[in-house]
C-alpha cells in the first residue's frame, strides 16, 4: 500500500513539476517566497484591527505563537521523524526533476513546512474573519493552494508532502480557531 502511494506521489510529482516555463519559475519563485506575500498581510493584520480594535493584538499574538507551533510541527514531529528525501534530493528521480537556480532546501521533506504555516493561517484566519468577510475564505484557500502548489513546481516537495501539511495546518489553525472563540466568549470582547 505504502509503495503504491509512493509511486502515485512520484507520477503525480513529476507530471506537476514538468510543466515549466522561464516565467513561471520566477513566479512560482516570487509565490514560495515572503516578501511578495506582505501587502496581502498587512491587509489582513488591516481587517483584524478594524473588526476587532484593541483587541486585535490578542490575534496577532496567537498568529504569532500558530505559525511558530506549525512550523515547529512540522519539522520535529514529521520532517525529523520520517525523513522522507525531498524529489530533489531522492536518487531515484536523479536528472527528472525541475529546481529553479538548483535550489533545493534541506534534505527532508514529509511534510511541507510553506503548505502547514499557510494552510494554518488561512484555517485561523477564516475562523477570525470569515464571519465579517465570506470571501476572504476563499481568497485564503486560494493563497495556501498557490504557495503550496509553488513548493512542487520548484521541485522541493511531493505532492503527498504539500497534502500532509496541508492537512496539519488546516487542524492546527482550526484548532486555534476554537480556542480563539472561546477567549472570545470569555475574555476578549469581540464584535456583534
Known sequence: ?????????????LALNGWHS????VLMTWFSGIWIWLPF????VFLIIRHYRMNSIWIILMIAALITLSDQISVHTFKNVFQRLRPCHDPALDGLVHTVSGRCGGWYGFVSSHACNTFALAAFISRVLGRFHRRIIWILLLWAALVSYSRIYLGVHYPGDVL??????????LMMGVFFQYLGKRYIKTPG
Do not use: K, P, Q, V
Not at 1 to 13: A, E, K, N
Open 1 to 13: 500500500m505504502i509503495s503504491t502511494l509512493d509511486r502515485w506521489d512520484r507520477w503525480l510529482f
Open 22 to 25: 522561464e516565467i513561471w519559475d
Open 41 to 44: 498581510y498587512a491587509w489582513l
Open 164 to 173: 500532509g501539511g496541508a492537512i496539519t495546518g488546516a487542524g492546527l489553525g
